[in-house]
């Protein structure tokens, strides 16, 4: 079961190279579970019983159900689609002397750089063009070895391995192609979308990892890819929302973007996208204001954002005491000054779930002297605000565009939230 869930997690990833194909991804997996897509701009009917997604920015997107029963709780699970990246710039191609064309691309999130270098990299994400006089959004992906950061050899800087600060632009931008290239690129992103290159108006690019996922170790324990925070927690969240009952709660599955860039955007955690939606599934069931803080009085929340586990190189980096590790079980993560929002309250409501779902759990706290950062599930709560525990899954390497996990993880999570849907 944890390498079946594993496999099925790592052609997730490979299929999701920006957050444009995540939600595209996760609309298909919907569609077919026999979903039904809903319009932001149109009018809403629910029926009881029913099962809908409404996407924004296509990079954003919220499931939920509605029992047959009448109900006043919703349990929502929240993650995001986003991870550290490059992104295109306007303008992008710049020559260089008469021998190569290299891309302009500014960070994306607070990334760990080293790790870009010397690897198979490509370009994903969506463009905006006019086509037959109209304004239309499409999916780019690029797939195949396009680009790469090549290092600068030892013998030109012989000080490297006694540390370097990068400067993202002059270190980080990705050689594309031979001089006589020039002018190749938005070629291949409109051939790639079916478009003429004169009817691209807008574009949100990013380059993406193009090395494969893999499961490895002694005991094939591990599992590594690119961008596992977050979607390793969005899969699971996915999973866990599909396979569970939802016959005694409004089930809830929200995948937020922006999130390692502070989340405030129209699609962000800060925005009023959440909301929105559980104010119309509030009045699409016929409910009036005061019933819908009714219902959010009784509901829950499960911030699902990966934590780190204990580096087996860097053990001191970690609290004393509050020391995850791969395959030990889900994270419950904790703060005093709420950068995670879970309290006495929601921990321990997690806990008790992850007992009826027959799976460990692990505390995560920083240590004292080491600020960490924040997620989703504060942020959230400034716009719905509920009873919510913050929680992930435990990894390596978080901000590398090559991640590590335990292989067990994500089963621990798909399980536990399907028991949290029940």
Request: charged share 25%.
């Amino acid at each position: 079961m944890y390498y079946e869930t594993a496999e099925k997690l790592l052609e997730f990833l490979k299929n999701s190279p920006s957050s444009f194909q995540a939600v595209d991804v996760m609309k298909r997996r919907f569609l077919t579970e026999g979903f039904t897509e809903l319009k932001e701009q149109e009018r809403w009917k629910l029926e009881k019983g029913g099962r809908y997604f409404v996407t924004r920015n296509r990079s954003a997107l919220i499931a939920f159900s509605i029992p047959e029963q009448e109900n006043r709780k919703f349990h929502i699970t929240a993650s995001h689609s986003d991870s550290p990246s490059l992104k295109i710039k306007e303008n992008p191609e710049m020559k260089v002397g008469d021998a190569y064309i290299k891309l302009n691309v500014e960070k994306y999130g607070g990334m760990l750089m080293a790790p870009w270098f010397d690897r198979p990299l490509s370009v994903a994400g969506h463009i905006v063009v006019k086509e037959n006089g109209q304004i239309q959004e499409k999916l780019v992906n690029l797939d195949r070895d396009l680009l790469m950061i090549p290092s600068l050899a030892i013998h030109m800087n012989r000080e490297i391995n006694e540390g370097y600060q990068y400067n993202p632009q002059k270190d980080l931008l990705p050689l594309f192609g031979c001089a006589e290239e020039e002018g190749v690129f938005w070629e291949m992103i409109a051939k790639e979308a079916g478009v003429r290159k004169e009817e691209i108006l807008g574009h949100d690019l990013f380059l993406y990892n193009r090395v494969p996922g893999t499961i490895w170790g002694a005991g094939k324990e591990f599992l590594s890819a690119g961008r596992l925070d977050d979607l390793q927690c969005a899969f699971a969240s996915m999973e866990g929302f599909l396979s569970g009952k939802r016959k005694n709660c409004i089930a809830v599955h929200c995948m937020l973007d922006n999130e390692e860039v502070g989340s405030s955007t129209k699609q962000g955690a800060a925005s009023t996208f959440l909301r929105d939606t559980l104010l119309r599934i509030n009045c699409g069931l016929g409910r009036d204001y005061e019933a819908y803080l009714m219902t959010l009085a009784g509901s829950f929340m499960i911030s699902a954002d990966n934590a780190h586990a204990v580096h087996p190189n860097y053990g001191e980096k970690a609290d004393p005491v509050n020391r995850p590790v791969l395959n030990g079980g889900i994270v419950i993560k904790y703060n005093a000054n709420q950068k995670y929002c879970t309290d006495a309250v929601s921990g321990a409501f997690f806990k008790e779930l992850c007992s009826r779902a027959e799976v460990p759990y692990q505390t995560y706290v920083n240590r004292s002297d080491i600020p960490g950062g924040s997620t989703l599930g504060n942020i959230s709560n400034t716009q719905v605000a509920v009873n919510t525990v913050d929680i992930g899954l435990p990894q390596l390497a978080m901000h590398s565009p090559y991640e590590t996990a335990g292989v067990k993880d994500t089963w621990y999570l798909c399980r536990a939230l399907e028991e949290f849907y029940a």
